[in-house]
């Protein structure tokens, strides 16, 4: 785990016009106001755009799986703004929906928007980040603080120990105990195995 402290800067909201490209625009927008770390929120719709919906394979280094999408589709995201090669390096996430359908991933190289793709913009200042390339991962991936300010899980504190409490506390109802089922629907989505009585 890496971290850096900064505070909030200047913040904006930034309104795109349809057939605008949203990633173009934005990015544009990052170098004229001198942004060098933030994030950004948007929602909107997308008329086409390219996504990487995860890798071909799950291993390293990936190799992506692309998706291109096209003729109207919602979106709301996320993206994050760091200082990288050749200026601020944005990274974006986003979900787009259409008629039932739904993608998640990164949104890559192309994303026009239809209608219209309302952003906010929260500029970090104070920050120790950058964005440089991997070699293990063939990814740019997020450099926080100083290298000598990583954290191990050994390095914090055990956590306290509760004492007990005076009143009686309820149990909880076991998911075992549910009626009509519910129990290996449950266990199917948390993927538990049955418990043995």
């Known amino acids: 785990m890496q971290y850096t402290e900064g505070e909030i800067g200047r913040i904006f909201v930034v309104r795109i016009d349809d ?9 544009q927008f990052v170098l004229d106001k001198g942004i060098q770390s933030g994030s950004i929120t948007f929602l909107g719709a997308l008329m086409n755009g390219r996504m990487v919906t995860g890798p071909e394979e799950p291993v390293i280094p990936p190799v992506p799986h692309f ?6 589709w919602e979106v709301f995201g996320v993206g994050t703004i760091y200082p990288g090669e050749g200026g601020p390096h944005i990274h974006y996430h986003a979900s787009v929906g259409r008629s039932g359908h739904a993608l998640t991933g990164c949104l890559r190289e192309k994303a026009t928007t239809y209608l219209i793709i309302e952003a906010v913009i ?14 293990k991962t063939q990814l740019h991936l997020p450099i926080l603080g100083d290298r000598g300010d990583a954290v191990k899980l050994t390095d914090f504190e055990k956590p306290v120990e509760k004492k007990e409490e005076a009143h009686p506390v309820q149990k909880k109802a076991d998911p075992a105990d549910l009626p009509g089922g519910l129990d290996e629907i449950i266990r199917d989505l948390t993927r538990r195995p049955p418990s043995k009585s």
């Open 19 to 27: 057939g605008e490209d949203m990633l173009i625009s934005l990015r």
């Open 67 to 72: 998706v291109m999408f096209d003729g109207g």
């Open 122 to 135: 929260m500029e970090f200042t104070g920050l120790k980040a950058r964005r440089e390339f991997d070699q």
